[in-house]
């Protein structure tokens, strides 16, 4: 999967413009949140955010970021979509506690290696329930439950 693909397919769970009262985020659009918005440069209403914007963060804040184009295929929409939803460095930390090294929160070589020798299925399957787990855990849980659960649903029917 390439970046290109990869956004296509993120917009399906990110939607359009939210404002809901228990997203620590804020206000969204695309799923970005007003802060990285402002961060990236973007001034205007967030409803307004162009959806070649929200790419061009995308790219740089998460895909870039999480080095998807150096992880093996299988992997590389995971841990995106991951780095989208919880950051980047708890994305990495599922990614190595699946592959059994140092949950550092860095991709490095170490990483890279461990998760090009693991199978890809078995991969998938360990991160993604290490990434359940977490979220179970969060206090807003109750209210983003069900969209977080067929997400990661999804994530594995790919």
Known sequence: MNFDTAFDHLLGHEGAYSFHPDDPGGETMWGVTVAVARENGYLGPMKSL???VAKAIYKKRYWDAVRADDMPPAIRYHVFDAAVNSGT???????QRAVGVPDDGHVGPITFNAARAAHPGDLIRRMN???????????????FSRGWARRIADLLEM
Do not use: I
């Open 89 to 95: 460095g708890q994305a990495v930390k599922w990614l």
């Open 50 to 52: 162009p959806a070649d």
């Open 129 to 143: 329930a290490h990434r359940l787990k977490f979220m179970t855990d969060l206090k807003n849980w109750p209210s």
